[in-house]
């Protein structure tokens, strides 16, 4: 089977920099994803990591090492509109089944002032 | 824009009853995804589909099944609801390439 573990509550301040953890138990791993979803509001991606290394997307970097089955969110210059749940979520590629995810438990984040 | 559109957003059943929950997306999307979203569970597989008439089981099917009779619509059917379904249900679609997912805003179903 597969798990993902993440941090149930992460709480950082304005302007701070903050890195939200997954590691995973896979078999058959192929990438990581990211996803935030506001209370009350639909997921929404974020970043996808195929490649060891980090990939950045403005405010948000992503990282994944496969060697240590381990990836995380890197939030920087966070403002109050980043409170918000994380996810990652493991897919194990491009099958007849397509790109079907498997979520972590999520990450939520609060920014304080 | 992708599209993804769910046909409630609150939804009140009894136990016992047939509930239809219907997605409809707007891009051309081949794969259609149903979720459950339960506290502290995260997004959990109910169903998906990778092309029209297809279906996929995903991690939790028991309870539920799926129809998917055209390419921009996706229902997910509960036979016969039972308490231990209310939750929030939501829908995504993708194209058959990246592994980003475009979700609707979620129906919230509560069976009493």
């Known amino acids: 089977g597969q798990s993902l573990e993440q941090p149930s509550e992460v709480t950082a301040v304005e302007g701070a920099i903050v890195q939200i953890n997954c590691t995973y138990q896979t078999s058959g791993f192929y990438g990581l994803s990211w996803y935030q979803q506001h209370d009350g509001g639909a997921p929404t991606f974020l970043s996808y990591n195929a490649l060891d290394g980090l990939e950045e997307t403005g405010r948000f970097s992503s990282f994944l090492s496969r060697s240590d089955s381990y990836g995380y969110l890197l939030l920087q210059e966070l403002q109050m509109k980043d409170s918000a749940s994380y996810f990652c979520a493991w897919t194990g590629g491009l099958t007849g089944g397509g790109n079907k995810l498997t979520f972590g438990t999520g990450t939520q984040l609060k920014v304080e002032l | 824009d992708v599209k993804v559109t769910q046909s409630s957003r609150y939804l009140v059943k009894r136990t016992g009853e047939k509930v239809f929950l219907e997605c409809v997306q707007d891009?051309?999307?081949?794969?259609m995804f149903w979720y459950r979203q339960d506290p502290g569970l995260g997004l959990r597989l109910i169903y998906f589909s990778y092309d029209v008439k297809m279906k996929e089981k995903g991690d939790i099917p028991e309870g539920y099944s799926v129809s998917r009779e055209k390419k921009e619509r996706f229902s997910l059917i509960l036979e016969s609801a039972s308490t231990n379904q209310t939750s929030m249900y939501l829908c995504?679609?993708?194209?058959?390439?990246?592994?980003?997912?475009?979700f609707g805003p979620g129906t919230r179903l509560t069976v009493t």
């Open positions: 891009m051309d999307h081949e794969n």
């Open positions: 995504a679609s993708s194209l058959g390439g990246p592994p980003e997912q475009y």
